[in-house]
């Protein structure tokens, strides 16, 4: 009997399709993951400036809001293996042009956050395309194994990432590290398989669905999905949960590098090990879930349980002065993360049409820009303030109004994972494609 069928947890990769996207998902995570470590480490190395540092992931978070939903409409209407494969490899030259300019002039910092902007823009417009064909590929009663799996993929990929890119710093310069990031999307790209069933123009044709009429544009087709979000009450409450967690929960991470050398007195080393451990904990924290995952019933009560657990631990977290305090507390985010993360896509892939998946995925990526926000609200305070009380302050105000819509959204609180409920009764027309 094969593995997959003894262990539910895993049933997803019983599709040949899953298991190449599984890989495709490690490998451009594990790339982005070794950018965040040598980018901030280049510029902590080089500045030594909270902001700046900060920078590296505001600046990858900040296209999110348009590319993500606009990458979204674009696979919806072209093909979702297409745009994920041209992402992929377009990520790859841009890697090695990012490389290069750290060879060149490593204390050029603006130049090197433009270089992470563009790719950034490109990673995001490639993320609901990827989710949607999760969706698309595996049976629906393998749906909860494979959003936990391609969680897991994730952040396993940002797990081992910044740990082997920390050690890899004590002994080789950055830009080589950058180089090999490049042959990681690049892999990644070769991985896409013609013929996935994509949704797109031509397939959508082919099953009878109305396909998008070119006069619509990928314009139309992005409004369609900001328009059916806000108008579905528990989507729209929702994506407000996920933008405040973004927004306040998560700061430590855009001044890891600040903390490794201010409070703790560490190299790049430590560096890569602080930002491993919250992946790590999120790594046990969907592998549980995709164990139990088809006995959770109440889907939105236990994502805002995901989001309300992160802000709290990130609170003793921003205050930790202690080292093997600070790794616990960064596993028992990872695993309140896992439940944000999983359960939040769980609920839009259930919620919406099949043909109008990667656009709502799109506006759910929308909400990373309140990562953006947050990074760079943090690392300007930082400046004048210690991170500590910071990241700490901003958490306790993130805790609060997580607090206040869970107890006046009783739709979100209420939705289940089967989605019968009326609940899920769109107000308007779906988006049309």
Do not use: C
Not at 79 to 103: N, Y
Not at 378 to 405: D, H, K, N, Q, R
Request: proline share 5%; glycine share 12%; no cysteine.
């Amino acid at each position: 009997m094969a593995l997959t069928s003894r262990v539910p947890a895993l049933s997803a990769f019983d599709t040949p399709a899953f298991r190449r996207l599984f890989v495709i998902t490690f490998l451009g995570t594990f790339a982005q993951g070794a950018i965040f470590t040598s980018l901030g480490w280049v510029i902590v190395e080089e500045t030594g400036s909270p902001v700046l540092v900060s920078l590296v992931i505001t600046t990858f978070l900040a296209p999110q809001i348009f590319a993500g939903p606009l990458g979204g409409a674009t696979a919806d209407r072209f093909g979702r293996a297409l745009v994920l494969r041209l992402g992929m490899g377009v990520r790859a030259v841009l890697t090695i042009l990012l490389a290069l300019s750290v060879l060149i002039e490593p204390g050029a910092v603006w130049a090197l956050l433009i270089l992470n902007v563009v790719s950034a823009t490109i990673s995001g417009g490639t993320v609901p395309a990827r989710r949607a064909l999760t969706a698309d590929v595996v049976p629906k009663k393998n749906l909860t194994s494979a959003i936990s799996m391609e969680e897991f993929g994730i952040t396993f990929g940002f797990l081992t990432a910044p740990f082997l890119t920390g050690v890899l710093l004590t002994v080789i310069s950055a830009e080589i590290v950058l180089f090999g990031v490049a042959v990681s999307f690049l892999l990644a790209a070769l991985l896409v398989p013609f013929g996935l069933p994509g949704i797109g123009q031509d397939s959508d044709a082919k099953s009878g669905e109305a396909a998008t009429h070119p006069s619509h544009g990928i314009l139309g087709v992005f409004k369609d999905g900001l328009t059916y979000a806000w108008q579905n009450p528990t989507v729209r409450s929702l994506l407000i949960v996920g933008f405040v967690g973004e927004l306040l929960a998560f700061n430590y991470f855009s001044l890891i590098p600040i903390f490794t050398t201010q409070v703790f007195d560490g190299g790049a080393g430590l560096l890569g090990s602080l930002q491993g451990t919250v992946s790590l904990g999120e790594s046990l924290g969907v592998l549980v879930l995709a164990w139990i995952g088809t006995r959770i019933v109440k889907a939105g009560r236990w994502f805002l349980i995901g989001v309300g657990a992160v802000h709290l631990a990130a609170i003793p977290l921003g205050l930790s002065t202690v080292l093997p305090l600070t790794f616990i507390l960064l596993v028992l985010v990872g695993g309140g993360a896992a439940l944000f993360g999983v359960l939040q896509s769980r609920v839009i892939i259930e919620a919406v049409p099949q043909n109008s998946r990667a656009r709502l995925l799109g506006v759910q990526q929308m909400t990373w820009a309140g990562g953006a926000l947050g990074g760079f609200i943090a690392g300007t305070l930082a400046e004048v303030f210690s991170p500590g009380p910071v990241v700490a302050s901003m958490a306790a105000v993130g805790l609060a109004l997580v607090i206040i819509v869970a107890l006046v959204s009783s739709q979100l609180r209420n939705v289940t994972t089967t989605f019968q409920s009326e609940l899920f009764e769109p107000p308007v027309s779906p988006p049309t494609q």
